[in-house]
């Protein structure tokens, strides 16, 4: 009876934070279009195409590995912590001494200054999104729906503010920067309240854990180029411009 009670509200707040970001959403881009021109959803979309694939690498699989597990101690909560931000710190200096290939890639100039900054998007989830996972853990749908909802509405006013102040693409760039910082800084302090993080790392605690998060990146992979290679396919064919009409139609 219990499980039942937490399963039915759990999919009530999902349904909520689901339905919520979708309407801000909806806000967001009826009203940016009226500010912004297509071209920089597209570079918005480009950029956050390479972001959102270094991401996959960022995690490894350990949230899939950290919801498996069960009886996880704080040591091993805290060594995973700094293995992550370990790791997106070295893709974040990797993305941005790639970023002039890739924007060579798409044959968008612009793209080389967009990657350092949108790139700082690897920080911030690495600081949050172990946390995030932990409340999934324990069922805590409604502080997760209520921080996701937070965030959303922080980025979108942020992001129509800066459109009718003209700082164009940039407008896009920040507002995602800022809903991301927002989200997993609540993430941290939320779990900081139950969970301290110590300065605490070993690798023979972290195997087991990259053992069952290995299984889980290739299927991680698949599920992200089954979702984004229309972005890389349009962009590179087509585009800023095209791939912007893309970008905003799709999230209608």
């Known amino acids: 009876m219990i499980l039942r009670k937490i399963a039915v509200s759990g999919a009530k707040w999902s349904i909520v934070g689901t339905i919520g970001s979708s309407l801000f959403q909806l806000i967001q881009i009826s009203i940016l279009t009226r500010f912004l021109p297509k071209e920089a959803f597209g570079l918005v979309a480009m950029a956050l195409f ?6 996959v690498f960022v995690d490894m699989g350990m949230s899939s590995a950290i919801l498996h597990h069960q009886n996880s101690s704080s040591k091993e909560y805290s060594s995973i912590y700094w293995l992550n931000i370990f790791i997106s710190g070295f893709l974040y200096i990797l993305l941005v001494l790639s970023s002039p290939y890739i924007a060579q890639f798409y044959e968008e100039p612009e793209i080389r200054m967009l990657l350092p900054v949108l790139g700082l998007n690897l920080l911030f989830v690495a600081m949050g999104r172990q946390h995030r996972t932990i409340m999934q853990k324990r069922f805590q749908f409604k502080e997760i729906a209520l921080i996701d909802l937070i965030s959303f509405f922080s980025g979108v006013v942020l992001a129509i503010i800066l459109a009718i102040y003209e700082y164009g693409v940039y407008s896009l760039v920040f507002s995602t920067l800022t809903a991301s910082l927002v989200s997993n800084a609540l ?6 309240r139950q969970n301290s993080i110590l300065l605490h790392f070993c690798l023979k ?19 992200f180029f089954s979702r984004e290679t229309d972005v890389l396919i349009i962009g590179k064919m087509l585009g800023a411009e095209s ?7 799709s999230k209608l």
């Open 205 to 223: 605690e972290v195997r087991p854990f990259l053992r069952i998060g290995g299984f889980s990146m290739g299927s991680t992979l698949l599920d």
């Open 187 to 192: 993430f941290l302090i939320q779990n900081l």
């Open 50 to 55: 390479v972001v959102q694939f270094t991401n």
């Open 243 to 249: 791939l912007g009409l893309y970008s905003f139609l």
